[in-house]
């Protein structure tokens, strides 16, 4: 018996497009979830030629630990003989971009509660995909880099009960599973592959230990576990589920994916899934070319280090990225935008860069170079009656589709929608980047409230004030650009029922 949620609420959040490899029997299917912002999440359902038990493989819910999200890229593009996997290489891309542990709202590894947060987040819509994908799994490995070495009993500061480093975590010695169907025994299955793995390390420092939080249990000195993901999988979707840690005292990184290899195929040994086993290429990321289109303009093939001259005002839109990977790459319109700037249009009038980065690392950029010298051009920017400025339109990313509404016009959409104020474009281009842009009744989830809402996902049905909509009936909302605290353009969302 294994917990199910929503699969309408699950079907929203996919984009309209899944890419299918096929090899003979086996093959890839490839779904992306939250396309057009920092948390796109990429999942891989690969099946073997043969039928067999499916393990799910989390990397990255913790953007600092790249030896978890490194590890599952290799089992992304597999072959399998036997059994299935399904593998979510970056569980939290946004803070794999910030190369830090916390994404937008907190630990994600701490949100997977039974009942869920109350209210809605991106990182909450990434945990829902997960716990729908955690269902159709018969087991769950969530890899992570500990701190220091686990070790049952006190040696010292960075080797102890409280350190998870070269462990394998589990939230029972065993699980009753209901109506006396038996139990799951998670110690027994730890010890068996810790065995076999430490078998095959030579070096004994890097050997696992068994880690049980006990979660299930009122004595448990990690309670916090309890938002875990391998405790929801153990408790709600009734499956084994294992966390493992790799040391980040381990400096080489080969070395701590190659540790996290063995532990993955001793486990699918034991399931009887049967692959051709990944290689592992560190190759260092390395930038091709950018696809770019200029206006309405054909796609443009612009090789790392190139320049790209453009026109006061023309309007650029990364729209590929081809590198030596992959997954994990992102464009990055310097001075504009967010972290992830790849489909969204720009309004560019001074020079800038977009730089490509495979997840937090810098591996290439091409030069936009607006069409007047440099020598000029500070000239012409000194002269421009900055008082003259007017907001044209307004990007919005709207439940992952990219909207441009005029000034003074009203974007419709349903009470339920996620709206992610983008960008703005103005009369003066190279301005743009320093105008605020406010959605009146909305809040950011911020300590600092600087007025400027640019960037921040909106739940209309939970985050808006309905005192500042029209008339305080909560349907109409102004949302208020401004230059140096100016009022330069207004346009309106109308929240329509569903």
Known sequence: MKIRISAIWFLTLLLSFIIVHASSQAQVIHEVFLPNTDHELNVYRIFGEQPGKTIMIIGGIQGDEPGSYMTADLYADIHLKKGNLIVVPRANFYSILLNQREGLTGDMNRKFGVNGNLKKSLDEEVVIVLKHLIAESDLLLNLHEGSGFYSPTWINNMENPKRY????????????????????????????????????????????????????????????QRLSATHYALTQALIPAFGVETSK??????????????????????????????????????????????????ALAMPHGSTLKIKPGDVVLVTDIIANYKRGMVADINGLGNKNDTNI????????????????????????????????????????????????????????????LPAGATLFVKKDSRLILKGIRTNIPHLDSDVFINFKGFAPPTSANDGNDLDYPIYTNQDLWTRYSVNKKGKLYPVIATYNDKKIGEFWVELASN
């Not at 890097?206 to 249990?217: C, D, E, K, L, V």
């Not at 699918?268 to 091709?288: F, H, N, S, V, Y």
């Not at 495979?358 to 500070?378: F, I, M, R, T």
Request: proline letters at 5%.
């Open 249 to 298: 005292t381990i400096d080489k990184l080969e070395v701590k994916i190659s540790l996290h290899k063995l532990v993955i195929n001793t486990f699918m040994e034991m399931l009887g899934i049967e692959l051709d086993t990944p290689g592992l290429d560190l190759k260092k990321p390395k930038l091709a070319y950018l696809l770019i289109k200029v206006n309405d303009g054909p």
């Open 165 to 224: 480093g070269q462990s394998i975590i589990y939230d029972a010695e065993a699980h009753s599973l209901p109506d006396n169907q038996g139990s799951i025994n998670l110690g027994g299955l730890a010890r068996n592959v810790i065995k076999k793995v430490n078998s095959q390390i030579e070096n004994k420092r890097y050997h696992f230990r068994p880690n049980n939080h006990n979660t299930i249990s009122e004595k448990t000195s990690h309670p916090e």
């Open 345 to 404: 249009p720009f309004s560019i009038s001074k020079d800038t860069k977009v730089i490509v980065r495979k997840d937090s690392e810098k591996c290439g950029w091409v030069a936009l170079e607006v069409g007047v010298p440099d020598s000029v051009q500070p000239a012409i920017v000194a002269s421009v009656d900055h008082a003259a400025i007017k907001a044209e339109e307004l990007i919005v990313n709207v439940n992952d589709s990219i909207e441009t």
